[in-house]
């Protein structure tokens, strides 16, 4: 599990912080654990604390009208969320939601403020983290006008694969743990046509399936379903 002092210098927002101050923002982080299917928020409750993640994994998620769900994010061990919330004091946006064990460290907005209104570097880190939040958004837009679902899929398999992939030796398969369901909210899809896209997949062997666990066998041939 990673030390708090380290997992700060794996947000953007505080990167750039002295050693000496590291240990004074560590020290106002209150560990929390949630067990799979805990809520961390709900969209539209009062934002008060930034939370980084030390072990396990948070989805972010909207709901339509319809109550299907739209996964923004899957997170895990390094990552973080809520930081519009550090900045803004607004209702949270989305829910987040445990998908396994988390545990993760919570920053509260009035002890963030104390410290940042005194650090111009700090600022600059915070402008920097929200431009790349907001490009990965237009991104995920694009794909969803412009991409047909089995290139979504794809592209999101490879990325998950990068992020939360294991294998074990060199050669092996890739592993992922996601469910169909979670699948098609991360790609604006319905859970059917990615049923049929993954059967696609499988009859080419470039995967196999076994319940919520997808083995990648050819990450080359994937890519290449991208061009």
Do not use: W
Request: hydrophobic residues 45%; positive net charge.
């Amino acid at each position: 599990m990673t030390h708090p002092e380290i997992l700060l210098r794996q947000v953007p927002l505080f990167r750039s912080l002295r050693a000496e101050d590291s240990r004074h923002i560590a020290a106002l982080l209150q560990k929390h654990i949630l067990r799979k299917g805990d809520v961390l928020f709900r969209n539209g409750e009062e934002g008060h604390s930034l939370y980084m993640i030390t072990a396990g994994k948070i989805k972010i998620v909207r709901q339509s009208r319809d109550g299907d769900e739209m996964i923004l994010a899957v997170l895990s061990a390094g990552d973080f969320c809520g930081e519009m919330a550090l900045l803004d004091g607004m209702p949270r946006s989305a829910d987040a939601v445990a998908i396994e064990e988390t545990h993760l460290y919570g920053l509260n907005r009035k002890d963030f403020l104390a410290y940042v209104m005194n650090n111009e570097t700090a600022v600059r880190a915070i402008l920097a983290a929200l431009s790349k939040r907001l490009r990965k958004a237009d991104d995920s837009l694009e794909d969803i006008f412009f991409l047909h679902v089995g290139a979504r899929l794809a592209k999101k398999l490879i990325e998950l694969a990068v992020t939360n992939g294991f294998r074990e030796g060199e050669s092996g398969p890739i592993k992922l743990s996601v469910t169909q369901k979670d699948l098609a909210g991360m790609i604006g899809a319905t859970r059917e046509s990615v049923n049929k896209e993954l059967r696609v997949l499988r009859e080419k062997s470039l995967i196999s399936l076994a319940g919520s666990v997808i083995l990648i066998h050819d990450m080359a041939a994937l890519k290449k379903r991208l061009q």
